[in-house]
């Protein structure tokens, strides 16, 4: 038994609920909102979205750490295997921890990861009857204290999040023909590697950055934490640019943004959407398509313009997944078309943002 198994840890809700389990990452206390991913694989990933920002992470699969923490190998200025620099979480919620691992690809331990982090963990969770609480009364808050330690509970919506993970000066990637101005709320890796792979220059600013000056041909707004609500300065330079002609492109808070600066309604679900199997349809077809979500906030189809429509819709709950304006030329999508580790059925939708560049371009 090594020294973390004997480390006793609890997670505290914020309905009084209290569970007893065993520290693995940092021996430090940590506190959030507590939400739950039903994806099989993909933990490095989903640690280092920016968009879980402020959150204690319950990962719902029973077996974590078995494949252990990737390499950082560069590849073009961002890191190979992860989706951003560094662990977002707040904290890491698991039923069982496999203190071995093994793959081709492993650099390290999730545990040693997260102590480089200084991210604590717990395991010996039940994290079904986590997960069954959280459905039934909606997302709340935590705390993660590990014996001998305190801390009060933390909520994060007060916070704007995408300041404290967005880029704080503009980065440039590839020299490709198409200059795509990028927004980043909290951007994932993925989304510049997607934009990449056709003949792109990418351009990353930023979430308040004034762009309108700049030359640029087509606007893509990335995914992100919190409540969109608090990015008001993000809102009125995408009003701005909807007026304009070019293609826009809008993930996750991407479309949330997008919304309210066409003067449509946001509002915060239950337990959101983080998971790599929500099932989505393309409004008024019978194409389907299985996609990745992160997400706590949700468009209000009923507030919609006019001159917008529904371009998905979730077949679980019936809630927005994006939405398309009228001329085809801007929409966006509140599940993640770029996803790693998958699934990708909806990456032919960076496909058709550049169509738009080259029909705007002429």
């Known amino acids: 038994m090594t020294e973390k198994e004997k480390i006793n840890v609890r997670l505290t809700l914020e309905d009084g609920s209290v569970w007893e389990g065993k520290l693995f990452g940092a021996s430090k206390p940590a506190a959030g909102e507590v939400v739950f991913n039903t994806a ?35 590849a073009g200025e961002i890191l190979k295997y992860y989706e951003s620099s560094s662990i977002h979480i707040e904290g890491l919620i698991v039923s069982y921890y496999s203190f071995e691992y093994s793959h081709w690809n ?48 933390y909520d994060p919506n007060h916070e704007n ?42 351009i990353r600013v930023p979430w308040n950055y004034n762009y309108h000056n700049d030359d640029f041909d087509g606007l893509f707004i990335s995914n992100g934490p919190g409540d969109p609500k608090m990015c008001m300065e993000a ?29 449509a309604d946001t509002y915060k679900l239950k337990y959101g959407h983080r998971s790599h199997n929500q099932p989505v349809i393309m409004n008024g077809t019978n194409k389907a398509y299985i996609t990745s979500q992160n997400h706590g906030y949700a468009v209000d189809n009923n507030t ?19 939405m398309i304006h009228k001329s085809g030329r801007y929409f966006s999508t509140q599940f993640h078309p770029e996803a790693s580790g998958g699934p990708t059925d909806t990456d032919f939708l960076f496909e058709i943002f550049i169509d738009n560049i080259r029909k705007y371009r002429g």
Request: proline residues 5%; glycine residues 12%; charged residues 25%.
């Open 106 to 153: 492993a650099a390290g331990s999730l545990d040693e990861w997260l102590k480089s982090n200084n991210i604590p963990g717990i395991y010996g969770i039940d994290t079904r009857a986590l997960t069954k609480r959280i459905r039934e009364r909606g997302v709340m808050l935590g705390k993660i204290e590990p014996e001998g330690t305190k801390t009060q509970f």
């Open 161 to 202: 999040l995408v300041g404290k993970v967005s880029t704080r000066e503009k980065k440039i990637y590839g020299n490709g023909k198409y200059r795509v101005m990028l927004v980043d709320c909290g951007v994932k890796y993925n989304i510049i590697r997607s934009l990449l792979r056709y003949d792109t220059t990418v």
């Open 40 to 74: 099989m694989t993909g933990y490095p990933e989903s640690l280092t979205d920016p968009s879980y920002k402020g959150q204690i992470l319950c990962l719902t699969y029973p077996l974590v750490g078995n494949y252990g923490a990737p390499s950082r190998e560069e």
């Open 235 to 263: 809102v009125e330079n995408i009003r701005h640019s909807l007026s304009g002609g070019k293609p826009v492109f809008g993930i996750c808070l991407g479309n949330q943004l997008m919304a309210l600066a066409t003067g």
């Open 304 to 322: 919609l313009h006019p001159d917008w429509q529904p371009y998905f819709l979730n077949l679980n709950d019936r809630t927005n997944e994006g």
